[in-house]
Antibody, heavy 115, light 110 residues
Framework: EVQLVESGGGLVQPGGSLRLSCVVSGFTFSGHWMHWVRQAPGKGLEWISRIKHDGSITMYADSVRGRFTISRDNAKNTLYLQMNGLRGEDTAVYYC????????WGQGSLVIVSS | QSALTQPASVSGSPGQSITISCTGTSSDVGTYNFVTWYQHHPGKAPKFLIYEVNKRPSGVSDRFSGSKSGNTASLTISGLQAEDEADYYCCSFTTSETFVFGGGTKLTVL
């Protein structure tokens, strides 16, 4: 069974930083693109970033480019999202998801940006 | 990249069929057959329903089907059941090599 478990969310002040982690099991993590998707309260899903299986290519949505950094450790089957310069509009549940089909999802990690 | 356009809500009675549209542009839906659909019950992880416009992953009911014409993709749910009540999202690959979701459609089973 494929499992994705996100962690690292919480309450942070505007301008602050957080790093999310996503541990993947039951899946050939090192062989596939991985993504982060978020959902702000009362809003729809928003794709924010992806990373190639070997980490050599990363891409971002305009809303987070220059502030967020996606990375991965294939030895640990773990995906990361380093979030800097956080803003109120970054408040959301952050999901990690597999492959370009988003066929498996974690339960999400809540990030609240507020003073 | 602007979100794909979906109706905010649709409704239907048990046993009926409904269709949810997803309109993009020539920079996404119109260019690629890389359209996917997801079912999302609030508080749960989204569920993968359809990929490459009209393919169903194993385990997904054949009551769910997808199609595309031009810049618009569609999801049809036949034989509506109470448990189908959820939010539905489309998603497309784009010419910027990024992805874009639709705004989501709330399905109410009357």
């Amino acid at each position: 069974e494929v499992q994705l478990v996100e962690s690292g969310g919480g309450l942070v002040q505007p301008g602050g930083s957080l790093r999310l982690s996503c541990v993947v099991s039951g899946f050939t993590f090192s062989g596939h693109w991985m993504h982060w998707v978020r959902q702000a309260p009362g809003k729809g899903l928003e794709w924010i970033s992806r990373i190639k299986h070997d980490g050599s290519i990363t891409m971002y949505a305009d809303s987070v480019r220059g502030r967020f950094t996606i990375s991965r450790d294939n030895a640990k089957n773990t995906l990361y999202l380093q979030m800097n310069g956080l803003r109120g509009e970054d408040t959301a549940v952050y999901y990690c998801t597999t492959r370009d089909w988003f066929d498996h999802w974690g339960q999400g990690s809540l990030v609240i940006v507020s003073s | 990249q602007s979100a794909l356009t979906q109706p905010a809500s649709v409704s239907g009675s048990p046993g009926q069929s409904i269709t949810i549209s997803c309109t993009g542009t020539s920079s996404d839906v119109g260019t690629y057959n890389f359209v996917t659909w997801y079912q999302h019950h609030p508080g749960k992880a989204p569920k993968f329903l359809i990929y490459e416009v009209n393919k169903r992953p194993s385990g997904v009911s054949d009551r769910f089907s997808g199609s595309k014409s031009g810049n618009t993709a569609s999801l049809t749910i036949s034989g509506l059941q109470a448990e189908d009540e959820a939010d539905y999202y489309c998603c497309s690959f784009t010419t910027s090599e990024t992805f874009v979701f639709g705004g989501g459609t709330k399905l109410t089973v009357l």
